[in-house]
């Protein structure tokens, strides 16, 4: 990799005879333009096969249904006023709502302050990074089995913590399907916090990196407490951060699958409590083998997911403007 | 998992870029007393504990054989009878062995595919001139939008359409090319000089060799970020394996571990025996090098 830099003097006569060296008619310059297509047409190709077009099927098949082998009749909106009046859709999506909710409001406030003080460590942050970084990088799968132990009612290390601090009645956990955010719910939200917390301090520290260090400069000079800096500098510099992390949290909170099927299988035990959307799409396509059904509960979820796309894009987009005028 | 990254990675354009002129601001202020320092880390420590502890805990417990009869209340870090025993029943009735060399060829394909593919596109629409760029470039954008889970049903039946359930190709095929990595890709050899590429073009040589020996050394840092998402991506997916494989000897580590997580009378030890054999190796890859995947996920915004 030792091209020598030509200084401006010589390179323009160079390029120009480059460019005509190339272009030697009509010919050479129609295959310096065609061998652009061999690089772009075989990855289009795979997105068309495996991306736009299932997309699209999708969208026919949730206007469909199945009426025999190989037979379907077109129904209009039928799946979709179906799905309505099921209740199981319903759970499915409050559930998946109720939890990501519950996930954001402790994991989001929990990274603020832990990634405050961790900034201003000044021996050994790394390696506490790395160690609240660890849960993140093992699969949600490995999680949910470790967790599964751990919120074991009689013998589990959540509740055996619990019995050494002198707690007695100690909640049940993954066994307690009662309604709201106690019981199993509780548990899965915990979870979460637990295996998520590391993104969501790595995402935060990025952006006290990126606050302005005149402002703390001169708030030092009126002497303001640390806890004053923080809630009057930091924070405010920090909801660009924020927007992001909620937004991208409820992406990922909507999409989520892998650690509650680990826990409750395709219908989200104990009593569905543990079922989200994906799980409910999985166990309506791959369970009951109801594919119209599935495709409409598919297009109802991107349609969720555009629409926070866009509400994502309006946030940031406001954020530019603000920070221009 | 695809239509955030959109938005994760114009998040990102702001705070990098402003990152790297102030590097360490928590280093440089002073703060003469060292009493704050001690308690926070004495604090931070205490939260660094309970993310360590599950994994001790079931170390401890899978090398324990009566935990698989009796737990103790009060829950121990240290085997009262250590033994391999749990691990051995694991590794006869779980060929997680073949569960790795399953996990390995489809997670290093893919992730050589998909960094191929991006870089490809990547350096087509970076650098180079042709009727319908543009349409080609938005086409692959707008793929960002489409969340994987809205097509995995058609996907699942054209995969039976070709046969390839239970192959290696339905694992891997529709995961080389993405709207994600294209992205990535364009934006860094964007900033490639373009002098560089009329020089080589000067020498005589091709596009497709230009790509090859001088585009893509100089990406490596780009690459490297985008094979760690990949790689972390592929590896712990559960739901496209769970639909495509359904013999044993097809299964990933993720699904391995959860069907065995899922199968009904699994003992405590045996199960957690084989969560470790599962996490433990991904855990020393992950010290030895946490730099690179913490510097990798920073900067794209990404997590897998």
């Known amino acids: 990799m030792t091209i020598p830099k030509p200084s401006p003097a010589d390179a323009r006569p160079r390029v120009s005879a480059g460019r005509r060296a190339i272009r030697t008619g009509v010919f050479g310059g129609f295959r310096r333009t065609t061998v652009w297509y061999a690089f772009v047409l075989p990855p289009f190709a795979l997105l068309v096969l495996f991306v736009c077009l299932p997309t699209a099927q999708t969208f026919v098949e949730g206007f469909y249904r199945e009426t025999g082998p190989d037979q379907r009749q077109f129904v209009g909106l039928d799946q979709f006023a179906n799905l309505g009046t099921t209740g199981v859709f319903w759970d499915a999506l409050i559930n998946t709502v109720l939890l990501g909710v519950a996930f954001l409001a402790l994991v989001i406030p929990l990274a603020a302050i832990l990634s405050a003080m961790l900034n201003h460590v000044r ?4 390696a506490l990074k790395v160690i609240y970084f660890l849960p993140q990088l093992t699969s949600s799968v490995a999680v949910a089995l470790i967790f599964l132990y751990v919120f074991q009612p009689d013998w589990g290390l959540l509740n055996g913590f619990l019995h050494i601090l ?17 019981g199993s719910r ?5 979870l979460a916090v637990w295996s998520g917390l590391g993104y969501f301090i790595l995402i935060f520290l990025a952006g006290i990196q990126s606050i302005p260090v005149e402002l703390y400069e001169s708030a030092a000079v009126d002497g303001a407490t640390p806890l004053q800096i923080w809630r009057h500098i930091t924070l405010p510099g920090l909801r660009p951060t924020i927007i992001f992390l909620v937004m991208t949290g409820s992406f990922d909170a909507m999409a989520r699958f892998g650690d509650l099927w680990t826990l409750g299988g395709p219908s989200g035990s104990p009593a569905r409590t543990l079922q989200s959307i994906v799980m409910l799409m999985y166990q309506v396509g791959f369970v009951s083998h109801d594919t119209n059904q599935a495709a409409a509960i598919a297009v109802v979820f991107f349609v969720i997911m555009l ?4 509400v994502a894009y309006r946030a940031f987009l406001s954020r530019e403007f603000k920070a221009r005028s | 998992m695809t239509i955030q990254k959109l938005s994760r990675q114009s998040a990102n354009a702001t705070t990098t870029g402003r990152k790297q002129r102030k590097p360490s601001r928590g280093a440089t202020r002073n703060r003469p007393n060292h009493l704050p320092q001690i308690v926070l880390v004495g604090l931070l420590s205490i939260g660094g504990l309970a993310m360590v502890l599950p994994f001790v805990w079931m170390v401890t417990t899978s090398l324990s054989r009566q935990s698989n009869s009796a737990m103790p209340r009060t829950p121990t870090f240290w ?17 997680i062995e073949r569960f790795y060399l399953n996990s390995l060829i489809v997670v290093g394909l893919t992730t050589v595919g998909y960094l191929f593919c991006s870089a490809l596109t990547g350096y087509a629409f970076a650098k180079g001139r042709f009727p319908g760029k543009s349409f080609f470039f938005i086409a692959f954008l707008s793929t960002l939008l489409l969340p994987f889970e809205t097509r995995m049903i058609p996907l699942y039946d054209l995969m039976s359409t070709l046969n390839w359930n239970n192959t290696y190709w339905a694992l891997i095929m529709p995961f080389l090319a993405g709207g994600f990595g294209t992205f990535l890709m364009r934006q860094h050899i964007s900033n490639l000089p373009d002098e560089l590429i ?8 091709s596009e497709f060799r230009i790509f090859l020996q001088l585009v893509l050394p100089l990406c490596k840092p780009a690459l490297a970020a985008l094979a760690i998402i990949n790689i972390i991506w592929r590896w712990n997916d559960l739901l496209w394996p769970l639909l495509v ?30 969560a470790t054999m599962a996490v433990l190796p991904v855990m020393i ?8 995947i913490i510097q990798g996920i920073a900067m794209s915004g990404m997590k897998g």
């Open chain 1, 123 to 126: 021996r050994g942050a790394t």
């Open chain 1, 166 to 182: 002198g707690i007695d009645d100690v909640p049940l956990w993954l066994a307690d399907p009662s309604f709201g955010l106690t």
């Open chain 1, 186 to 190: 509780a548990a899965v939200t915990l």
């Open chain 1, 307 to 310: 629409v926070l796309t866009v």
């Open chain 2, 79 to 95: 085997p009262p009878d250590p033994s391999l025993f749990n691990y051995e029943v694991a590794a006869t009735s779980l060929p």
């Open chain 2, 198 to 205: 009329h020089a080589a073009r000067l020498d005589g040589a």
């Open chain 2, 245 to 274: 494989t359904s013999e044993r000897d097809m299964y990933t580590v993720t699904q391995g571990l959860a069907m065995a997580g899922r199968s009904t009378g699994i003992h405590t030890g045996v199960a957690l025996a084989t």
């Open chain 2, 285 to 292: 890859i992950y010290v030895i090098l946490q730099r690179q």
